[in-house]
């Protein structure tokens, strides 16, 4: 279920336009599991309220360690 942004909320934008389909699932799965509202811009980008930006900068890095695992390194 998309969660759907108040039109007069701050935005962040997150361009993700080079993930793959099943990332972007994964993210918006994500995001409606965390009740964080989201919308896409016509260009394909992530548009989410400022008060969660760094939440969703945290979610976008974990997927990108999943997507990439040899490039991250954890310790």
Same mark, same amino acid.
């Given at each position: 279920? /998309? ?5 007069? &909320? ?11 389909? @099943?990332?972007? &699932? ?18 394909? /980008? ?18 990108? &360690?999943?997507?990439?695992?040899? @490039?991250?390194?954890?310790?």
């Amino acid at each position: 279920m /998309l969660r759907t942004m108040n039109q007069r &909320a701050a935005t962040a934008t997150k361009d993700v336009r080079d993930w793959s389909d @099943e990332a972007l &699932a994964s993210l918006e799965w994500m995001l409606n599991e965390l009740s964080i509202p989201y919308a896409w811009s016509p260009t394909g /980008l992530l548009l989410v309220p400022t008060t969660h930006s760094r939440q969703v900068n945290d979610l976008i890095t974990e997927l990108k &360690a999943i997507r990439s695992p040899g @490039e991250h390194s954890h310790n």
